[in-house]
T-cell receptor, first 112, second 111 residues
Framework: GQQLNQSPQSMFIQEGEDVSMNCTSS?????WLWYKQEPGEGPVLLIA?????ELTSNGRLTAQFGITRKDSFLNISASIPSDVGIYFC????????????FGKGTKLSVIP | SQTIHQWPATLVQPVGSPLSLECTVE??????LYWYRQAAGRGLQLLFY??????ISSEVPQNLSASRPQDRQFILSSKKLLLSDSGFYLC??????????FGQGTRLTVV
């Protein structure tokens, strides 16, 4: 089956620093999604990407859909303590499938 | 706007007891509905999905079952819980077969 490799697995950063994480796949996806999950809560959709090369921002978050359609990255600028959580990427292969493939998550810790 | 409700938030059940987790969606019609399980260590595993009333697809063989008695209602059940059924269960809905929007989750501990 399809697998997503998400890295890094965890990050400890100083408040104010920029953050970058990425996901790579051995197969093509037609949609890339980025979620954030806080402890005891369900994942919340941050950004959805639908076209290869697409660059989309949501406040301090920016995500890109890789040209090859096999990768995506998420950047967070000027991190703040409330950015703490686990960030997941997810890919969807396109029409005919109902299943998202999730990465294993990047746990972000922000040191004030 | 669309909202998803999942309950209960936490549940402690003895081994061998039955289980029923309920999820409802408001503000949309004919959504795709999903049950995921998240074990400690974060990975999200798709358990069931449904594209319509009475239509259930299972992704992994297990001790659980799902039902969709109404368009916006999705139920996760078990007749006899196992210790290995412990985990964080998440209901989600989506349209266009792409995004999934998650509920708050149910923390199930089987003792």
């Amino acid at each position: 089956g399809q697998q997503l490799n998400q890295s890094p697995q965890s990050m400890f950063i100083q408040e104010g620093e920029d953050v970058s994480m990425n996901c790579t796949s051995s197969s093509i996806f037609n949609t890339w999604l980025w979620y954030k999950q806080e402890p005891g809560e369900g994942p919340v959709l941050l950004i959805a990407l639908y076209k290869a090369g697409e660059l989309t921002s949501n406040g301090r978050l920016t995500a890109q859909f890789g040209i090859t359609r096999k990768d995506s990255f998420l950047n967070i600028s000027a991190s703040i303590p409330s950015d703490v959580g686990i960030y997941f990427c997810a890919g969807h292969p396109g029409a005919g499938s109902y299943q998202l493939t999730f990465g294993k998550g990047t746990k972000l810790s922000v040191i004030p | 706007s669309q909202t998803i409700h999942q309950w209960p938030a936490t549940l402690v059940q003895p081994v061998g007891s039955p289980l029923s987790l309920e999820c409802t969606v408001e503000g949309t019609s004919n959504p795709n509905l999903y049950w995921y399980r998240q074990a400690a260590g974060r990975g999200l595993q798709l358990l069931f999905y449904s594209v319509g009333i009475g239509q259930i697809s299972s992704e992994v063989p297990q001790n659980l079952s799902a039902s969709r008695p109404q368009d916006r209602q999705f139920i996760l059940s078990s007749k006899k819980l196992l210790l290995s059924d412990s985990g964080f269960y998440l209901c989600a809905w989506g349209t266009h077969n792409t995004e999934a929007f998650f509920g708050q989750g149910t923390r199930l501990t089987v003792v």
